[in-house]
Every structure is written in C-alpha cells, then in structure tokens.
C-alpha cells in the first residue's frame, strides 16, 4: 500500500467530522489502513487529475489489480471501454454542478471478467489537497443478475401473454373465461362480438348475464357449461342445438365445449368455454336434410321421411291402439300426357296433382311422392277404414277436376289403393307392399277408383307375376301356338277368312287362353315381342299352306294398344312381310275402337301406311268402344267385326236388333265387310242372314283350330257350312 496520508479520507458531505480529522485528532494511518480495508466497499482516492493515490483493499478485490497497478492510473482505467466515456461525461458533469457523481458501470477485471459496479463519489475538502475524490465502488453483479433474469422473465411472461392474445384474437372461436365463483374473467374479441359484451362490460359478471344460451327447441335456458366444468373437473361439450342470445336479441346456433382452468397447485380456478357460431353449417345441415327427405319437382316429402313418418305413426297407433292407413295413388294415363304434351307439361300436371293432394288431407297427414306419377299419402290417424274411404273419395274428385296447365284443361283420373295398419298387416313394408297391391286392384278395376287391400289380392299378385315369368320362358322356348277360327260367308257357306287366336301350351298348366295372359302381357311390355311372334307366325302359315297348294284365306291378326303405339310397328310389319313373303292382301289386321280413336290423328297416319302396304284392316269388338263416327269414315277401314255380345243377346234383347241391323247398314254403306263375331246359334245365324250381314264367325260354324286341324278344313272348305 502505497503513502497515502489518512486524512485523505474525509468526505465532503461530512464536513464536520473531516474538520476533526484534519484538525488534529488524526488517527494512525494502520488504523485508518485497517478501518479502509475492513469496509466492504471498494474505496479509491484520486487526485486533481483524476489519477489513484489510493485505493483499499476491496477495490483490489472487485478490480482484480494490485495497489501498484492501481496508484497513478486514472481511476477510470478499471472500467470496461465501452461504459468509460459514459462514466467520464457523468463525472465530468458532477465536478462541474458540484454534485456527488454517481454512476453505474462495468469493471474490466484483470482476469478479463466483466463486473457491474456501483460508483459513488464526491470531492475531499481535508485541507490537504485541492481537487481530490474519494470513490467508493460496490461490486453489483448479483443484483444486476437478479435484474436480468428478472427482466428476461417478464419479457418471457409479456411474450407469452402477447403470443396468447394474438392467438385467441386470431383463432376464429370464440373463448370466454370465468373465476370459481362464475364470473366472467376474460373474452377474447370473437367472444365480445358474438356476446355483444365488450371485455370492459362484461369482466366481473355472471357468466349467464353474458353469454345467454338457450336450448334451440325448448327455448328453456340451458345449462352453464362452465359450473359443469367446474363441478366435474372436467371438459364438458355443450348440449346440441344450443342457441347464444347476442346482447342485442339477435341469437346464434353455437357449438362447443367449457373445461375447468387448474392453478399451479392442481385445483380448479375457473373455467374456459370455448364455442363458435355454427348458424351457416347448421342451417346447411337443415338444407341437406330437407333435400335429401323432399322430392325436388313437388317438394313433397320423399320415400325415405315417408319411411320415417310411418314408423312414428305406427308407433303411434300401437300406443293409442289406434289405426293408420297408407294409401298409394298411382295417376291414369299419365304416361299418355308426359309422351303427347311433353315433360314440361307432365311435370306441372305432376305439381297440380300434388297440390290438390296435400289440401286434402289434414296438416297431419304426409303426401310423399314415391317417383314418377306414384304418390303415397299416410293418414296418421284413423278410427275406422271407413275414413280413409272418405279420403280417398275426396281426393278421387279433387284430382277429377281439369287442371289448367299452360292455357290448356288436362283431365286426370288417379287409382288408389288403401291399406290399413294394423289391420291388414304388421310391419311397414307389408303395409306398403299391400296398399301398392290395392292399388294394382284399382287399375284392373277400370282406373279412377280406390280399392282396399284383401288378402286374396296377394294371392292373386303372386299369379300375375307367375305368369309373366311364364310368359318370357314360353317366348323363349317356343310355348305359344296359333289356332285359327274360321269366318264364313254367311250366304254361301264358303269359308272367307280366319282370325288367328293365341294359345299358350304351358307345361303345368295346360292351354291357357288369351284372356289369362294378353292383360299381363300388355302390362308388363312382353307384348310387343309375343305380338311379333304371332304377327311372323300367322304369315308363315299362310305362305306354308299356299306353298303346299292348298286354298289359303286371309288370315285377321289382334293387335293391342301397345303394339299398334310402338314406334316400330310399321315396320315390324313391313319387315315381317318381307322376311315370310306373304301376299299383304291375305294379312288383315284387328284393332279395337279404343286403340284407334285413343289418338285419332296419329291413328289415321298409321292406317294410311298399313294400308299402302296393302293389309286389310278390321275393327274389332265393334260397338264395345266410343267411335267417333266422322272418324270411322276417314279411317281406311275393310271390315266392321260386331262384337259378339250384340250377337249374344240377338234373342232376348230387344234393342240389340236394331243396333246389329244399324251396324250391318252402316257397313254396307260404307262399302265394309260385315263380320258378327260369336255366332252360336240358328237363330242368331238366320236374323244375320236376314239383315244382310256378309260374314260371321262363331262356334255354331266352328271352333278356333289349330294349325293341322285347319289345314284339314282349307281342304274341305265346303263342309263349314252349318247343315
Ligand atoms: P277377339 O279378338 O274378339 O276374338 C274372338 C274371341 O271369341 C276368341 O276368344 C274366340 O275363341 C271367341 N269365340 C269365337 N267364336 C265364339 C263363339 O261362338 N262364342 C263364344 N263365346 N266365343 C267365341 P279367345 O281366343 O279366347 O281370345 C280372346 C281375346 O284375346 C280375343 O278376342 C283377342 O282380343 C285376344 N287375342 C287372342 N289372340 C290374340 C293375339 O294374338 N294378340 C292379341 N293382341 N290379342 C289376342
Ligand atoms: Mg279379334
Ligand atoms: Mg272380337
């Protein structure tokens, strides 16, 4: 330690005391050596300059340098470089005011470490030496450490309170938290927008008050996912169908779920509810449900919420031992609107159908459309069968008035079949398995009525499909024959023509006769091929027996509706006579009154062509149908048939003679052959002779025969002739 005087020691803000010191009771410099080294301040002495004359041994210490190193340097020299010009403006400035300098800098210690000091200092006024400082430094490394790692936490927890707020602004549900107790502690900006409730208003109340959630279909309050968090401890989601009523009334569909908030002891603190505003998908989800449940041209419902609304019914009816009843609605003659008037029509026809349905039943009650012109309408309470009677009945005359569709009046019947539940049957595919029965029933019942379900409806169904199964293997496997029946000249006996039956040799059952199958056949389309068949068949016979030299007659062929409809039935038959090589003449063919006037116009063009071909023409069944008489007179029509019912009752009816004698005068007239059909007995065949009808055929002159049987009579022609 280098000689430094004691008295160096006496600070200006002690002046009283430094007056003692230097006034004489100076103590021994050890003691004041020992008094300086015991303190744990570094404590430093400079000159004018501003240079060491002492330092003590604290200073040592915090500066890393011995008293030599130290004395005559200048004070600033221990301090980091880059802290020293800043020390030195701030001393400069304090010697200048006259004020104490202190300061807070790095030391750069001799082993290179870097230390945060505290310097303070003053000018001495000993009366030794104008101009001198003493400085005390205090090394502040730990505390300056415990303020950075302070700092560096709170810059951490501002980061992650920042980070948070960003994230829950950003994110697009909203979040809510609440205290213990329920109160609102927190909403992020969603939540205020959604709520209404902006953070400052809404901090501090009950959770309810702000965030108002009702259940969607009771409209009761609905219960406060957070207290559930809390109570359970656990997340809890919200209950479905939940609504958030906005501070202004405006409400929400939300979605979503509350979990408690645990503090750092592991207990439940409050609790955070996380929801959004599912309004839009909601509503899409509602969207969806409707379209796929609702058919798009009538906005009916559809098969499947039928299917759904049915079982409720049913239910329904077991519960309150009640009935309901399903009836199926299938329109008359649609197809006929949809092919002549087109789509845009048939759908409006459709639409104004459906309407006249739904006003006709109660609000209660479901018209479904199945598809195509098929409704079904579930009476969801009935007391009696008798009811859905009366239904029906009102819907049969609601649909019956015209309905004006694009400036026209369209006439509509419909068929509807009625099943009961629980009456008829117990399950719901039964039950509408039976009212499509019914309605079947209807049909065949000539359209335009309803039917109730029977048992024996089934019985029947189950034949009718039989039989068309029957009817694709018997095309296949070549079961069909030909039986001819003869047509005779009444006043010669000679034998003019044959009209060709069709009969069915069905393996199990034997011959079955047209009036079985020909219906089923012209329901299901197999017609069209059978009708074919027959059309090939009868003109390869004929060529068969002309080709053997026999005396071959022309040959009547039936033609249904559905035949004569067929896009391709002229040249079906153009085809047929080319491919068999038959004299058109000797081909005539039949068709009913109904067929042809069904659409007159097309009729005409139809006949027009088979009869440039060459092909005679009949009408059959006549005066069975509605002829159009100037009509009649267009139509290229050879012969008239009179149905055999007229014949039938020639006897016994009094009106029937003159409508047979006006059909024969009619015909001549007209320049046609006249055939009665049915002819069984003497008297019938002597007031037919006696009116002038050209031809008859009937039992009493023979029975259709088949093929070889015929042939038989081609070559006997004589003996057809009634003896
Ligand atoms: P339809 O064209 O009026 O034929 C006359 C029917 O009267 C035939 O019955 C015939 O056997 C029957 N018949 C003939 N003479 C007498 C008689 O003196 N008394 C009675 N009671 N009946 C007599 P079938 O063969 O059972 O045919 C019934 C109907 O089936 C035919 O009536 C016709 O509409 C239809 N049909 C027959 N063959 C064909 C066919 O190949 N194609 C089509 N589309 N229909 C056919
Ligand atoms: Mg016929
Ligand atoms: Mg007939």
């Given amino acids: 330690m280098n000689d430094t005087p004691a008295t160096l020691l006496l ?26 080294d015991a303190s744990p301040l570094g404590i430093l002495v400079s000159d004018d300059l501003g240079h060491c004359v002492y330092s003590n041994a604290a200073y040592q210490k915090i500066s890393g340098l011995h008293s030599e190193q130290i004395l005559g340097t200048h004070w600033s020299m221990a301090i980091l470089p880059e802290d020293r010009e800043r020390a030195l403006a701030e001393w400069q400035e304090a010697v200048s005011r006259q004020t104490p300098f202190k300061s807070e800098v790095r030391f750069l210690r001799a082993d290179q470490r870097t230390i945060w000091t505290r310097l303070n200092a003053a000018g001495m006024h000993d009366g030794v030496e104008a101009g001198r400082r003493v400085q005390t430094v205090e ?40 205290d213990l107790a329920g109160q609102v502690s927190y909403l992020n900006q969603v939540a205020e927008k959604m709520t209404g409730w ?206 004006l569709i694009g400036g026209n009046e369209l006439h509509v019947t419909m068929s509807i079949g009625i099943s009961i539940y629980p009456d008829d049957s117990d399950n719901m595919d039964a039950v509408m398995q039976d009212a499509d029965t019914a309605m079947f029933h209807a049909k065949d019942c000539g359209r335009n009525n309803y039917q109730f379900f029977r048992a024996e409806m089934n019985t029947r169904a189950m034949r009718r499909l039989g039989i068309e199964n029957g009817l694709r293997r018997a095309l296949k496997q070549a079961e069909f024959q030909l039986y001819f029946q003869p047509q005779i000249d009444l006043a010669t006996g000679k034998m003019t023509g044959a009209e060709a039956l069709l009969r069915w040799q069905d393996p199990e059952n034997g011959l079955v006769y047209p009036m079985q199958f020909i219906p089923i056949a012209e329901e299901c389309g197999l017609i069209v091929p059978i009708g074919r068949w027959v059309l090939h068949e009868a003109c390869r016979q004929v060529c068969a027996w002309i080709d053997s030299g026999l005396c071959a007659v022309p040959v009547a062929v039936n033609i249904s509706a559905l035949e004569f409809c067929h896009k391709d039935f002229l040249k079906g038959v153009a085809q047929i006579l080319q491919d068999t090589g038959m004299p058109p003449a000797f081909l005539e063919l039949e068709l009913t009154e109904s067929v042809l006037m069904h659409d007159a116009e097309s009729s005409a063009s139809v006949l027009d062509a088979l009869k440039a071909m060459g092909v005679r023409l009949a009408i059959d069944d006549f005066g069975t149908g509605y002829s159009s008489l100037s009509y009649l007179n267009r139509f290229p029509i050879d012969t008239l048939k009179i149905d055999q019912s007229f014949v039938r009752e020639l006897a016994s009816d009094a009106d029937n003679p003159t409508i047979v004698s006006a059909v024969i005068g009619m015909g001549r007239n007209l320049h046609q052959r006249v055939i009665a059909e049915g002819v069984e007995t003497r008297a019938q065949f002597a007031f037919l002779l006696k009116h002038q009808c050209n031809e ?19 070559s006997h022609p004589d003996l057809l002739f009634p003896s």
């Fill in 11 to 36: 600070v200006e803000n002690d002046p009283e005391n430094a007056q003692n010191i230097s006034g004489g009771l100076r103590p021994s410099e050890a003691l004041f050596r020992m008094m300086s």
């Fill in 139 to 178: 090394d502040i490394s730990e505390r300056k450490a415990a303020e950075r790692d302070l700092r560096l936490s709170e810059d951490a927890l501002f980061y992650e309170k920042e980070r948070a707020e960003v994230t829950l602004n950003s994110i697009g549900d909203a979040v809510l938290t609440t």
């Fill in 198 to 403: 902006p953070s400052v208003e809404a901090l501090g109340r009950a959770l309810p008050e702000v965030f108002n959630i009702v259940d969607g279909a009771t409209r009761e309050p609905a219960v406060n996912p957070a207290l559930r968090a809390i109570e359970g401890g656990k997340t809890v989601g919200l209950a479905a169908d939940c609504i958030l009523i906005h501070r202004d009334g405006f409400e929400s569909s939300i979605e979503d779920s509350a979990s408690p908030i645990h503090n750092r002891d592991g207990a439940v603190s409050g609790a955070v509810i996380v929801f959004h505003d599912v309004s839009v998908s909601r509503a899409m989800a509602l969207k969806m449900t409707y379209l796929a449940q609702h058919d798009f041209l009538t906005d009916l419902p559809n098969r499947a919420l039928l299917t759904e609304r049915l079982s409720q019914a049913m239910k329904l009816a077991n519960r309150r031992h009640a009935r309901a009843a399903l009836l199926f609605v299938d329109l008359d003659g649609f197809k006929h609107v949809n092919d002549s008037l087109g789509h845009v029509i048939g759908d409006q026809l459709l639409q104004s159908v459906a309407g006249r349905l739904v006003s006709g039943v109660r609000d209660t009650d479901t018209v479904c459309r199945q598809g195509g012109d098929e409704f079904v309408i579930l009476l969801a309470e009935v007391e009696q069968p008798a009811d859905a009677a009366r239904v029906a009945e009102k819907l049969l005359a609601a649909c019956a008035l015209p309905h």
């Fill in 696 to 714: 008859g055929q009937g039992f009493l002159f023979s029975q259709p025969l088949n093929a070889k049987d015929f042939s038989a009579r081609l």
